[in-house]
């Protein structure tokens, strides 16, 4: 069975650092794109970054660009999102999500999602 777990949420204030989980089970990360996505309360959800573990390419959407880093430990099949100066527009509730389209952060190219991890940056 496909899972994907996320963990690292909470609350921050702004300016501060959070990094983000996404543990997979199910399959291997390396045979996936994996994507970072967030939802904000009465707004859609939107793709933030992915990575494609078998050849190291990212992908930042430009409102978090130079500030979040994805990456990914293969041993762990696990995928991090490390984010830094973070703006009371960064919350949200993340998600993680793998899909086969290397380099998309479109909601409509990943099959599999988790249950996400709320981000809340206060000012």
């Known amino acids: 069975e496909v899972q994907l777990v996320e963990s690292g949420g909470g609350l921050v204030q702004a300016g501060g650092s959070l990094r983000l989980s996404c543990a997979a089970s199910?399959?291997?990360?390396?045979?996936?794109?994996i994507g970072w996505f967030r939802q904000a309360p009465g707004k859609e959800r939107e793709g933030v970054s992915c990575?494609?573990?078998?050849?190291?390419?990212?992908y930042y959407a430009d409102s978090v660009k130079g500030r979040f880093t994805i990456s990914s430990d293969n041993a762990k099949n696990t995928v991090y999102l490390q984010m830094n100066s973070l703006k009371p527009e960064d919350t949200a509730v993340y998600y993680c999500?793998?899909?086969?389209?290397?380099?998309?952060?479109?909601?409509?190219?990943?099959?599999?999602w988790g249950q996400g991890t709320q981000v809340t940056v206060s000012s």
């Open positions: 199910g399959f291997t990360v390396d045979d996936y794109a």
């Open positions: 999500a793998a899909g086969l389209f290397v380099g998309s952060i479109a909601t409509m190219d990943y099959d599999y």
């Open positions: 990575i494609s573990s078998s050849d190291g390419s990212t």
